[in-house]
């Protein structure tokens, strides 16, 4: 399949990120990406909040802020697509320049405050475009100026309940004061509480919280406990971190904001396999950060993770990558012996059972 992103690689990195995103954006909105193949290996076959997706592979949110590509994304391999994070009114975000690559690392880092184009634009989007045949989860955020940053997630909840199979609460944002008012568990709770008293006409949705990797292990079980408590349905461990450990680039590091890519790897991922400690088995756990490989995909599913997410990969990869991990994922769980990724993320049920070396 030709791939044309390692020959446009160097000129859109020559370019501020946010304007080579926004003409990958206009590339993929007016048909000039080829779509791949979509011939999924059965192995990869993954059933996630309650429907089957073809592979466990998602985009994260924040790259299709405001659904504008969506379908195109799902044409590119995704599995899944998280579109947002919304907030219920239009909002510019923090001043630019608030995106910054760290090519030596693999890396990004953001202080985007969530720019996008708010609720009434998205439902307008969704409604003409169709939802319900891509495995798809909407990312909700509070506005940067709310009062009452709870009411934004329940009035984000009800409007958009009916297009996705997910609502992501974002409790983790590390870029606006309202993204860390829930981070305190007693404000969480309330928040919950809100929702859960919501009279849904049918059934209520399925909820995933995104988890900050910035926090100690007594607070990640209090909040872990809080979500559980809730019938939270999924975990997506993690956003950004404001940590810096790993980047090489001392001038990048002095930016302030949430890093993603390679350097979030191993802090993510062991945050997974704590997550899921604390939780057990009564959860779905998404694990996001610094996937850039099948291997690193499979070692966030034998953390524990049902279904990965990745965005900065994408940035030095381009859609090519999300084939790569397809291919080598399928290679893993057939060299370990699992036939099936909920098999690998259980540890095992066949008789083949691996020693993981
Ligand atoms: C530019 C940018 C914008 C992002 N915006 C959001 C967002 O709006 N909501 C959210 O929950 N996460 C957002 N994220 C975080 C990603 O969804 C993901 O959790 C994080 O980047 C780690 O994954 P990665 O290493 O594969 O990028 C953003 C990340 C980046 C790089």
Same mark, same amino acid.
């Given at each position: ?276 400690? /604390?939780?057990? #088995?009564?959860?779905? @756990?998404?694990?996001?950060? *610094?996937?850039? =490989?099948?291997?690193? $995909?499979? !070692? ?24 790569? /991990?397809?291919? #080598?994922?399928?290679? @893993?769980?057939?060299?370990? *012996?699992?036939? =099936?990724?909920?098999? $690998?993320? !259980? ?11």
């Amino acid at each position: 399949m030709f791939d044309p992103f390692p020959a446009l690689r160097p000129l859109l990195h020559r370019l501020d990120p946010e304007t080579a995103h926004e003409l990958t954006l206009r590339a993929l909105e007016s048909g000039l990406v080829p779509a791949q193949p979509r011939d999924d290996d059965p192995i990869l076959a993954t059933r996630l909040f309650g429907r089957e997706a073809t592979n466990p592979i998602g985009l994260a949110a924040g790259f299709d802020k405001d659904g504008r590509v969506y379908e195109k994304m799902h044409a590119q391999g995704f599995g899944f697509v998280e579109i947002g994070g919304i907030t219920p009114r239009a909002q510019r975000g923090n001043p630019r320049p608030r995106v910054f690559r760290l090519p030596e690392d693999g890396a990004v880092i953001n202080r985007m405050g969530f720019p996008n184009g708010g609720a009434d634009a998205l439902a307008a989007r969704l409604a003409k475009k169709g939802s319900g045949w891509i495995p798809l989860g909407i990312n909700l955020a509070a506005n940067a100026d709310s009062a009452d940053p709870a009411d934004d997630f329940v009035q984000l909840a009800e409007r958009f309940a009916a297009y996705a199979d997910f609502l992501t609460l974002d409790v983790s944002c590390p870029n606006t004061a309202n993204g860390q008012v829930f981070l305190d568990p007693v404000c969480l709770a309330e928040m919950l509480d809100r929702l859960d008293a919501v009279a849904w006409p049918a059934r209520r949705p399925k909820y995933a919280a995104k988890l900050a990797p910035d926090i100690d292990d007594a607070l990640l079980e209090r909040l872990v406990g809080v979500l559980l408590a809730h019938r939270i349905d999924a975990l997506i461990v993690s956003n950004t971190t404001r940590a810096r450990d790993g980047v090489h680039d001392p001038r990048a590091a002095a930016e302030a904001g949430g890093l993603s890519g390679r350097p979030l790897f191993a802090r993510s991922t062991a945050m997974l396999a704590r997550v899921r400690e /604390i939780a057990g #088995e009564g959860v779905t @756990l998404i694990g996001v950060g *610094g996937v850039a =490989s099948g291997a690193d $995909a499979y !070692a966030k599913i034998r953390a524990g993770a049902s279904a990965v997410q990745l965005y900065t990969g994408l940035v030095y990869g381009g859609t090519a990558l999300i084939t790569r /991990i397809k291919r #080598e994922l399928g290679q @893993l769980l057939r060299r370990d *012996g699992f036939g =099936s990724v909920e098999e $690998a993320r !259980a540890g095992g049920t066949s008789a083949s059972r691996p020693v993981l070396s």
